[in-house]
């Protein structure tokens, strides 16, 4: 009769033993394929960003007028995954060279994606604005800096000639 018992126990932990690898495992299965979405996710916020700014800039270098202020509101989503994100202007040695689109997650920023703005830095010299202090433009309407979080609101990519040289930025848009 003592032997169904032990029979019996040690059924019962190899039982709990599996449930718990089981869960352990789909956990560990599931966090991989949640950062693999989080990242392409970002991955394509990146390079929206990036493309929008090489629009910005050029229609800035072949416009007529001096000084102009170009902007476009971009259609971000506010959170991914009910995380919120950081868009980051992060540059490079000398004016625009090497900069690159900085998304990563507040909570976790190790779970990131940089994009390089695709710029002849040689034949168009633009200055991205990566001070974390940044500034205003437009009397007060655009607020920048080198970063913006996703849920700050009506987030704008703008460029800006004045002169010879052609400044750009990410900010958040103070207008109506």
Known sequence: MVHVTIQHVA???ALICLVTAVGFSFSLTSAYFRDDVLTR???DIAEYVSQNFVEIV???KISD???ITLMRVLNLPSSLDGRVYVVELVGGAGPGGGCQVHVYLVTEPTVSVRCPLLFN???DPVKFETDPEGGTLLDGKIRYSN??????????AWGRLDGKEIQA???VWMGE
Not at 147 to 156: F, K, L, M, P, Q
């Open 11 to 13: 059924g019962t932990v």
């Open 41 to 43: 996710q970002m991955k």
């Open 58 to 60: 050029t229609l800035v």
């Open 65 to 67: 007028f001096v000084p």
């Open 121 to 123: 830095f040689t034949q």
């Open 147 to 156: 970063a913006v979080h996703s849920v700050a609101g009506r987030i704008v």
């Open 169 to 171: 930025g990410i900010g």
